[in-house]
């Protein structure tokens, strides 16, 4: 027994540390973590106040307080999470009356470079039909086994490389003056191109995959949140269609996501209809959103699916939105302060100058 209320204490405190610790805006990995496991804190949380009553036949001061704080943790984390269910009201609306020449079907997918499983991928092209495809993770040797996409999806961008960050997407419409983008770091690519619709409207179409923050990849969520929000200010001023898309290594409710959200002016579809946690596609209780689209209000949805694991730890995922111009007259889209601009400037031009900074310290070396 005395073991088990340890176990409470230590698990309980836990949850308590790694939901305080996200309201600290410190870029470093270990704060920034408490962003993710949202649902699973508040699964643990709840654990811990149900099987309290039964390791503690009465409770003192500490413990009536250990559970509050626990009952509050539960709460909030709830509170953040909620938007991205059923029961709230969608941010993007169903669209009635979709035709065909003015809508975009997108398939993204983090095909995880060490994944062999290029033919079911292939199948799952075939069989999704979507208009563009979006991959993270590509290397030569993935390009080379997708060579045969080129014949249905004869507009491609590919950038492989061997460090997991290659991207390449691969499109029937016409792409309009495609550009591979280094926005923070140089061996971390982008894609930026207008996409032309079969209706002859041309949309912005960014596609991008920063780093995440793990000590494996980068101490800091500096670089990650930097290109989020470079890319946030480039479509700021915009009122053209717009889509943005890719494995973001962020979830949704963070609060670099919704500071992207603000700048941008850009819509989620998943607000209101459900997570559709994309990573890890092989364990369930740490799954995360991780993989986004993003839109203007021009759009409509008409389909969003998380389609099955074919091979990677990430589920595909898809999306069919349709372009109306009624659109953007019922959908509100979100608004930055003049506090969340600073912000975005401050995070992009400390993120900077820490890797010119850098730069400089490696080539004296």
Same mark, same amino acid.
């Given at each position: 027994m ?5 176990l409470?204490?230590?698990?309980g405190?836990?949850?308590i540390?790694?939901t ?6 410190f ?11 949202r649902?699973q ?7 811990v /106040? ?9 409770f003192n001061?500490p413990?009536?307080v ?5 009952v509050?943790?539960?709460v909030y984390?709830l ?8 029961i ?16 975009i079907?997108?398939l ?5 470079i ?8 292939l199948d ?13 993770? %590509?290397?030569?040797r993935?390009?080379?086994e997708?060579?045969?996409?080129e ?6 961008v590919k ?6 960050y290659?991207?390449a997407l ?5 792409l ?10 140089d ?6 191109t207008?996409?032309k ?10 596609c991008?995959?920063?780093?995440p923050p793990?000590?494996t990849?980068n ?9 989020l ?11 053209? %269609? ?6 973001l ?8 996501t ?5 700048i ?5 579809p ?6 559709y946690?994309?990573?890890?596609a092989?364990?369930a209780?740490?799954r ?10 021009h ?8 389609l099955?694991?074919?091979?990677s ?9 349709s ?14 302060t003049?506090?969340d601009?600073?912000e975005?400037?401050?995070t /992009?031009?400390?993120t ?6 850098k ?6 070396k």
């Amino acid at each position: 027994m005395l073991v088990l209320k340890i176990l409470i204490y230590i698990v309980g405190s836990a949850a308590i540390i790694l939901t305080v610790l996200p309201f600290f805006k410190f870029g470093i990995w270990w704060v920034r973590i408490g962003d993710f496991p949202r649902l699973q804190i508040a699964f643990i949380s709840l654990t811990v /106040i149900i099987s309290m009553p039964f390791l503690f036949d009465t409770f003192n001061l500490p413990q009536i307080v250990f559970a509050v704080l626990l009952v509050a943790c539960t709460v909030y984390q709830l509170f953040c999470v909620l938007p991205y269910l059923p029961i709230y009201p969608k941010q993007v609306e169903q669209s009635q009356g979709a035709l065909a020449n003015d809508t975009i079907k997108l398939l993204i997918f983090n095909i995880f470079i060490e994944n062999r499983e290029s033919q079911k991928l292939l199948d799952l092209i075939k069989r999704a039909d979507p208009d563009l495809v979006l991959l993270a993770e %590509p290397d030569e040797r993935w390009t080379r086994e997708l060579a045969t996409l080129e014949t249905d999806y004869p507009f491609a961008v590919k950038y492989p490389l061997d460090n997991a960050y290659g991207i390449a997407l691969y499109s029937r419409f016409e792409l309009d003056n495609p550009k591979l983008n280094f926005f923070i770091e140089d061996d971390i690519p982008s894609i930026t191109t207008g996409v032309k619709l079969k209706s002859g409207e041309i949309i912005n179409f960014y596609c991008i995959h920063p780093r995440p923050p793990i000590p494996t990849e980068n101490d800091s969520s500096n670089e990650r949140d930097a290109e989020l929000l470079f890319v946030g200010r480039m479509i700021e001023k915009s009122n053209e %269609p717009t889509i943005v898309a890719g494995d973001l290594n962020d979830v949704a409710w963070s609060r670099t996501t919704k500071l992207f959200q603000k700048i941008s002016g850009l819509l989620d579809p998943r607000i209101g209809r459900g997570l559709y946690s994309s990573f890890h596609a092989d364990y369930a209780f740490v799954r995360f959103p991780l993989d986004h689209v993003f839109h203007s209000n021009h759009f409509r949805l008409v389909k969003l699916m998380r389609l099955p694991n074919i091979g990677s730890d990430h589920f595909p995922i898809f999306i069919h939105l349709s372009y109306e111009e009624t659109a953007e007259l019922s959908q509100k889209t979100p608004e930055a302060t003049p506090e969340d601009e600073h912000e975005a400037v401050e995070t /992009i031009i400390e993120t900077l100058e820490t890797i010119e900074k850098k730069r400089a310290l490696e080539k004296k070396k």
